[in-house]
């Protein structure tokens, strides 16, 4: 036995001496890198190998960013600003017209090469051009805009185009991890990550309907019209706006869900325009005040304060005062959600309201017509 723990012992010691000779002069062998001498610090690198042979480090979002960084495009425009002085000739000749330019992103959404991105990229541009991540450019043309979401509808000719997945913004919850992916500053394409701050983000006086994605993933001034996209790298939302008071991003980004996206891409290309419900009342929030003004005892649903004469809702039988709890079986519980549900209704169906006016519960049938364009109300 003395004899066993003596060979034991040997052999243990010569492991170790091994092993530390091997460590000090290949620690590669050991997986420990590459030693390099920089600057005076000894330096264990990891081995230098090709990107494809590399495993995704835990955590990291490179497939996300990968799969999805193709199909976000940069969006370059120019209009030319004619000169105030334009009639006279003196001033033609010294300052002439000018050409403004802006940058922007946005998103493939089909291989017929229909482009998502904002309506403030594109506004008023007399020339559109595209550059897409695989170094392709072309120009593009306007199918549509819709002014009140912000959305805009581009096309461009090309072959074997990366087309972005479109996934399902109804499922985002928060705390969701989302990537924003654009051309910040036109610097080039660049990949930021964050979480979903907040949902149904309303009443910011940006757009006429909002359902804003909140996010603190990083949106600058070029992202606009950009994706953000999901731990799948699927597309949830096309960047929009920011919330700054230097011009930069504060941790504070709204995005349009691309269940809104969808719905104003498939009525431009398939109608030429967006159609949406509307009724023709004046909503307003319930308050205390309100609801004691009218002698209405809901304390849920938004209070009609105006009803148009001859419009849908009048003709239906809504009177200023009545409070407006439930659209087609679905709860209201602001204005901006009532909005919401009206714009989604057809046009020429009925559809069941139902209403509190004063102490009794009312279930009107309202058909709403054709929402005119560029409205302030419902």
């Not at 995704?56 to 960084?69: D, E, L, M, N, V």
């Not at 709204?254 to 996206?261: D, H, K, L, M, R």
Request: glycine share 12%; proline share 6%.
């Amino acid at each position: 036995m003395k004899r066993l723990w003596l060979l034991f012992s040997q052999a243990v010691t010569v492991c170790v001496a091994v092993w530390f000779v091997i460590a000090t002069l290949q620690p590669t062998w050991l997986g420990r890198g590459v030693v390099r001498q920089s600057g005076g610090i000894t330096l264990h690198e990891a081995p230098k190998e090709p990107h494809a042979a590399q495993a995704t480090a835990p955590g990291s979002f490179s497939p996300a960013a990968r799969k999805a960084s193709p199909g976000v495009v940069s969006i370059m425009t120019s209009k030319e600003v004619r000169n105030p002085f334009n009639g006279d000739p003196l001033f033609q000749r010294l300052f002439g017209n000018q050409t403004q330019t802006g940058l922007g992103s946005g998103v493939i959404v089909s291989p017929d090469g229909y482009i998502l991105t904002n309506n403030h990229v594109v506004e008023g541009a007399d020339e559109i051009q595209v550059a897409l991540a695989d170094s392709r450019h072309t120009q593009a043309r306007v199918i549509g805009t819709d002014p009140e979401t912000d959305l805009a509808i581009l096309k461009i000719n090309l072959e074997n185009l990366p087309v972005m997945v479109l996934g399902n913004s109804d499922t985002l919850a928060v705390g969701d991890r989302v990537l924003a992916i654009g051309n910040p500053f036109g610097v080039g394409q660049t990949v930021t990550s964050g979480i979903v701050s907040a949902l149904g983000r309303s009443e910011l006086g940006i757009n006429t309907f909002e359902n804003f994605i909140q996010t603190d993933a990083a949106i600058n001034p070029g992202n606009s019209g950009g994706a953000l996209v999901d731990v799948n790298g699927n597309l949830m939302g096309i960047n929009t706006a920011i919330y700054s008071r230097s011009g930069g991003s504060m941790g504070i980004g709204f995005a349009i869900p691309v269940s809104t996206a969808k719905q104003v891409l498939e009525g431009i290309v398939r109608d030429g325009q967006v159609t949406r419900g509307w009724i023709g009342v004046e909503p307003n929030e319930l308050s205390p005040e309100l609801a004691q003004t009218f002698g209405v005892r809901a304390t849920e649903g938004v209070i009609i304060t105006g009803v148009l004469h001859s419009g849908p809702a009048a003709q239906a039988g809504i009177l200023p005062g009545d409070v407006i709890e439930q659209v087609g079986g679905q709860p209201v519980r602001s204005v901006p959600q009532l909005l919401s549900l009206v714009a989604g209704l057809k046009p020429g169906t009925a559809v069941q309201f139902q209403v509190q006016r004063a102490d009794r519960q009312l279930q009107l049938a309202v058909t709403p017509t054709k929402r005119p364009r560029q409205l302030s109300r419902r």
